[in-house]
């Protein structure tokens, strides 16, 4: 298990940009996957990208593809979130998410929330129009 920990959120105007910091805990955050989901009011909790742990794979959502970029530092233990040309309808309270390496052939990161076993607290981002 990894205990994570979300920053970087706050109040940006549309066009704006953010970076989103998920730092972990434990000696062995080089053999998850991390993941970012986003939940906006009154509405389910979604995909926004998501990173392996060799970082050779990355993931993104099609609403965020072109303007996020998600990256990792595996000797900080800390991913993240690059946001630029952010919209009003990005605005929803931002999770990392991570899942341990099953085995070899659990190479490519989820976009499922239900693979994920371990929660950062999540940051608010709000952009304003």
């Known amino acids: 298990q990894v205990l994570l920990v979300n920053s970087g959120g706050g109040l940006v105007q549309d066009g704006g940009s953010l970076r989103l910091s998920c730092a972990a805990s434990?000696?062995?955050?080089?053999?998850?996957?991390i993941a970012w989901f986003r939940q906006a009011p009154g509405k389910e909790r979604v995909f926004v990208s998501a990173?392996?742990?060799?970082?050779?794979?990355?993931l993104y959502a099609d609403s965020v593809k072109g303007r996020f970029t998600l990256s990792r530092d595996n000797t900080k233990a800390t991913v993240y979130l690059q946001m630029n040309s952010l919209k009003p309808e990005d605005t929803a309270v931002y999770y990392c998410?991570?899942?341990?390496?099953?085995?070899?052939?659990?190479?490519?990161?989820?976009?499922?929330?239900?693979?994920?076993?371990?929660w950062g607290q999540g940051t608010q981002v709000t952009v304003s129009s």
């Open positions: 434990g000696r062995t955050f080089d053999l998850y996957h």
């Open positions: 998410a991570a899942v341990r390496v099953r085995d070899a052939y659990h190479a490519i990161p989820s976009s499922v929330e239900d693979e994920y076993d371990n």
């Open positions: 990173i392996s742990w060799s970082q050779g794979k990355t």
